[in-house]
């Protein structure tokens, strides 16, 4: 490995590689439990930087594992022994912005909550907004096709790269340019897409061109609690039905509010099932929609009933709180089941979908399978756009329990396909969901589809040397 670092020093300048055990051990883990064990740190500064590293790094066979900062949470960024992690952190310029044309120009190592503060003002947003915004950089989001709270109304990553430069990892480390700064583009097969949600395993994405969108005027929202599940269904849609522009509609059932309450004292509380419907308006319309939204709550036998006209009194009244602390109130109820100090809990974060119309179905089917297992979980999820994140926790030290695991969640994706979901909607495969990844497309017959993957990675990365052994299973033909 010597060798190698004196090599990549010389190539693109010695404080862009690292070595020394705590920078390797810092970008060797992901958010949640993996970790690796990487040769070396990079970090390049330019597209000039990644295309060196590559070209080096195919002659020597040496694996990349790219990296924007590690907040995934299914080991889609976790390097192994054979490689070096590439970090883009310092590769975060806001190139350019245009509110003519809609688009927004930048690096990858650009995090989702600065675009938005460079935004701010301008009466313009980016609107993916994963929970974890704060740490979430373009590169990575647009490599897991993340989604978020506002994921109902504005999708996910897939739906806002206009155009992306890439560099291949091949020999010559090719750099492409995909696509351009218009909406519509009809230049061939869609190789942007292709490449959003790809988890690293295609090409090296060095800058991005998005699509940024006018931020709503105003924002109206309502919790309440529901004892009976129906009944906070059927309050969604009638909110459908009432044709109201939804912008968020999350859901926590009730032993998760109940959880989350006692663990972390929230500002909003109550029992049963928690729904949070945030609409989008006009300033002179806000308090009839507050109206119609509240309205309909109550007819649907809502109680403990919240309201806010804006987002500012939405986040003064804490109505957010038990959602966005759901994840955090789960790690402290996991790291307190804990019986020797050393241990770590395993946690896991699924991320199935189902068609909005069948959640009740998907809801009663989780709890059944969380009790036959006897498994304790969390759960919450996107309501609007039916993404469920059930989260479960087990004690490392509890063999029995992590003997079951596998079977545990290919039992809720499976669930999820029969109700004609999917496995992942916006975390990615990455090494938890490869059995997953089979099961679903053998139910559709259509295991091949797997096959045309696996050559597509062939022709993209020939050596495999980008993020290798992550999404795809390797012999199922
Ligand atoms: C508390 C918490 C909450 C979360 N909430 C959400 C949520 O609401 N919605 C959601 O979708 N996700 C969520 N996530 C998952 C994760 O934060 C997102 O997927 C995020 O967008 C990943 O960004 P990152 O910069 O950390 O990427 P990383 O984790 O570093 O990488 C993600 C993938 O992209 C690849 N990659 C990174 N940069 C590049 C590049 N420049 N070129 C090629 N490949 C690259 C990596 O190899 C990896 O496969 C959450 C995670 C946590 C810990």
């Known amino acids: 490995m ?40 990079v970090f390049p500064e330019s597209t000039e930087d990644v295309s060196k590293i590559v070209r ?27 490689g070096i992690v590439m970090s883009f952190v310092r590769m975060r310029k806001i190139k350019d912005v245009s509110y003519i044309d809609s688009y927004v120009v930048c690096e990858p190592g650009v995090r989702l909550v600065e675009l938005n503060n460079y935004l701010k003002g301008s009466g313009y947003m980016f609107p993916i907004d994963p929970a974890s915004i704060k740490s979430a950089t373009v590169g990575g989001a647009i490599n897991s096709g993340s989604g978020g709270m506002m994921g109902a109304k504005y999708g996910t990553m897939k739906d806002w790269v206009l155009g992306l430069e890439v560099v291949l990892p091949n020999e010559e480390g090719s750099v492409l340019r995909l696509g351009g700064k218009t909406t519509k583009n009809r230049e061939g097969y869609d190789l942007i897409r292709l490449i959003v949600g790809s988890e690293g395993t295609l090409a090296l994405v060095t800058e991005a061109i998005l699509r940024i969108t006018l931020a709503p005027e105003e924002v109206v929202t309502v919790a309440g609690f529901f004892n009976d599940l129906e ?5 969604v849609i009638n909110i459908k039905e009432s044709k109201l522009d939804i912008l968020i509609m999350e859901f926590v059932d009730d032993v998760t509010t109940k959880i989350t309450i006692d663990t972390i004292k929230p500002r909003v509380s109550g029992s049963g099932h928690l729904l949070i419907t945030s609409v989008s308006t006009v300033k002179e319309a806000a308090q009839r929609v507050l109206d119609k939204l509240i309205d309909i709550y109550n007819r649907n036998n809502s109680s403990n009933i ?31 089941s804990l019986e020797v100090d050393e ?31 006897g498994f304790p979980m969390t759960l919450g999820g996107h309501v609007g756009d039916g993404n469920l994140h059930p989260v479960v926790w087990i004690r490392e030290g509890d063999r029995e329990k992590m003997d079951q695991f596998n079977n545990f969640v290919m039992d809720i ?27 679903s497309y053998r139910r559709r017959n259509s295991l091949y589809a797997l096959k045309l993957m696996r050559e597509i990675k062939r022709i993209f990365d020939p050596k495999s040397i980008l993020n290798p052994d992550k999404m795809l299973p390797s012999d199922v033909y």
């Open 343 to 373: 241990e770590k809990p395993y946690i896991f974060v699924e991320d199935i979908s189902v068609p909005p119309s069948r959640l009740v179905e998907a809801v009663k089917r989780l709890r059944n399978i969380s009790e036959k297992y």
């Open 2 to 41: 010597e060798d190698h670092v004196k090599n990549l020093s010389k190539l693109i300048g010695h404080d862009k590689v690292y070595v020394d055990p705590a920078t390797i051990k810092l970008y060797s883990k992901n958010a949640v439990y993996y970790e690796g064990n990487a040769l070396a740190i």
């Open 56 to 82: 080096y790094a195919y002659e020597n066979d040496l694996k990349i594992y790219p990296q924007g900062s590690a907040s995934e949470i299914v080991g889609s960024s976790t390097p192994k022994d054979d």
């Open 413 to 439: 994706m499976k669930m999820a396909v029969e109700l004609d979901g999917v496995i992942s909607s916006e975390h990615g495969i990455g090494m938890v969901k490869k059995d997953g990844l089979i099961m």
């Open 231 to 235: 009944d906070l269904m059927r309050c």
């Open 306 to 336: 919240v309201s806010a006209r804006s987002m500012e009194e939405a986040e003064a009244l804490g109505i957010f709180d038990i959602r966005r602390n759901l994840y955090p109130a789960t790690i402290k109820i996991a790291s307190s």
